[in-house]
């Protein structure tokens, strides 16, 4: 199966700082690109989606994708202790059946 | 109002047993699908289902039925439990099997096989 690659964590990160969330992924025919924050015990949820290069910003969200260099990551500005949490790279290709490739998730600790 | 829900949230059972996870979604999609999360939080897509027909069978033992009686409903039966699936198992839905469309998961329910 084609990887999605995240750094496991935990990354640890002062109230009020950037958290920089990286995804890497090996399928170059991959289409569509998703985060998805996921508290323990909690069902994932949506963040961002981002389909084509460039920046995609959400309030205190920002997803970038480069195709080229096959890689997708996760900005949180203003990084709060309630976003403390695991966040899933989600990767959809067609092959795929368009079912989520997930990477193993970066657990991200916001100390207040 | 929620949209996609499961049942049960918590299944204890023994080794050999056979049980079942019920899905709903009220959200009007045409696919479903179930994925597994492991216990390192690895979560893997495991069936897809587009208008009640099988669009995704991952490499998943025969002992995993997935059912879909209409497409609101899909439900997974998992015959002569083993150890190995304890594990926490998500249903979820889209609008359709598109690559833009946003996957809603539900709850989960947490199956601990003794």
Redesign the interface.
């Known amino acids: 199966q084609k990887e999605v690659e995240q750094n496991s964590g935990p990354l640890s990160v002062p109230e009020g700082a950037i958290a920089s969330l990286n995804c890497t992924y090996s399928d170059r025919g991959s ?2 690109f ?1 985060w998805y924050r ?1 508290y323990s015990g ?5 963040i961002m ?1 981002i ?1 084509s290069n460039g920046d995609k910003e959400d309030g205190r969200f920002t997803a970038q994708l480069n195709k080229a260099s096959q890689y997708v990551s996760l900005l949180i500005r203003d990084s709060q202790p309630s976003d403390s949490a ?1 966040y ?1 790279c989600a990767v ?1 290709t ?1 092959n ?7 990477g ?2 970066t657990s991200l600790l916001v100390t207040p | 109002d929620t949209a996609v829900s499961q049942t049960p949230k918590y299944l204890v059972t023994q080794m050999g047993n056979d049980k079942s996870i019920k899905c709903e979604q009220n959200l009007g999609h045409d696919t479903m699908y179930w994925y597994k999360q492991d216990s390192k939080k690895f979560l893997k897509i495991m069936f897809s289902y587009n208008n009640k027909e099988l669009i995704i069978n991952e490499t998943v033992p025969n002992r995993f039925s997935p059912k879909s009686p209409d497409k609101a409903h899909l439900n997974l039966h998992i015959n002569s439990l083993e150890l190995g699936d304890s594990a926490v198992y998500f249903c979820a839905s889209s609008q359709a099997p598109r690559g833009w469309e946003t996957q809603y998961f539900g709850p989960g329910t947490r199956l601990l096989v003794l």
Do not use: D, I
């Open positions: 289409q569509s998703f996921q909690k069902s994932p949820e949506l989606s389909y695991t899933l959809l067609s795929s059946g368009y079912a989520l490739n997930f193993k998730g």
